[in-house]
């Protein structure tokens, strides 16, 4: 056994008491810090019975740690890195992030949020059922496979999906073997589609077909929900949008008729380059003495002379006796007119 680990040329310079402190203070470091305190006492022929007690303690834990990450025949299955899971993650995630866009397309929003919660899981039970993996598996090459290296059933592969929704999930994945809580609790793996053929191997077991389950009722049931989801989004989505502008024209074009009858009259701008105006008509607008042509849409209030004269307000709000506006010149300051 090759007695060295990342600390061990760090501890090399460490006195005896100090790489005793590792040992008697175990709680305090990391286990292979500990780890290699205890070989470097053992190499300068100082072991103890502190260090011995601690190694078997050491020794347990790896014990247990491989126990619980072997299949019934004993055989320790090589799961994917935490890398890699954080590389699914991504992927999953980008997809499901897409779909999510689409599916609150539609415009009611108790739709929208049900769909929402139920896109996840569907996803999920979709692929890790009829394909062992997900897109995000796909690219790495690894597929989800029971403790016997075959495909999990339908029951294991729902358990696992809703397991993934426990608090902290995700972190249970970050160990050095990456065996996740979905992963743990279901006995399953995720596994290189490579160490299959050797893990069934190992384990005395045949070797299977990798193909895709083919899809029964309940896949093409999850199939249609989402192309119907997604296609009805966008259906009521744009109808949505068409109605809502729609109405949104005709309450402007109502403001612009009532604007039109307010603006009727001479109003004081308490402006000294306009002085007072009157709107002596639908269409005719008289400023010290000069008319002008002036015209009310989409509540801007545009008036000009055919020729270099053009000013347009922004009317915020009007009444028969006021008008709120704000020159387009100078949007941060609001005028005030008055009759």
Known sequence: ??????FTNKLRLKSNSDLQYYIDNKEK????A??????ELELRGLQSEKSEEVQEEI???RQAKIKANTNQHGIPVRTVSRGIRFV??????????GLTYLVNLIPVMELSQLF??????LYCIFFEYYFQLTPGKLISDTIVVDKQGEKPDLRTIILRTFTRLVPFEPFSCLGSNSWGWHDRWTKTYVIQKKDLA????????????????????????????FLATIIG???????????????????????????????????????????????ISAQVVIIKDINLIYKIENRVLTMTDNDSFVKNFVIVESSPTQLKLRDTDNPMKELIWRK
């Open 29 to 32: 470091f990391q286990v292979e």
């Open 233 to 279: 989004g966008v259906i009521l989505s744009k109808s949505s949008t068409a109605q809502l502008s729609q109405e949104s024209l005709e309450f402007v074009q109502q403001l612009d008729s009532k604007d039109a009858q307010n603006i009727l009259g001479t109003w004081n701008t308490y402006d000294t380059e306009l002085g007072e105006v009157n709107f």
């Open 88 to 97: 699914h993650f991504l992927i999953d995630g980008f997809i499901l992030q």
């Open 1 to 6: 056994m090759n007695k060295e680990n990342f």
């Open 116 to 121: 929402t919660f139920l896109l996840y899981p």
């Open 34 to 39: 500990v780890q290699a305190a205890i070989w």
């Open 198 to 225: 050797t893990l069934r191997e190992k384990s005395g077991l045949e070797k299977i077909d990798l193909k895709p389950r083919p899809l029964d009722k309940v896949g093409y049931m999850i199939i249609a929900v």
């Open 59 to 61: 020794n347990a834990k």
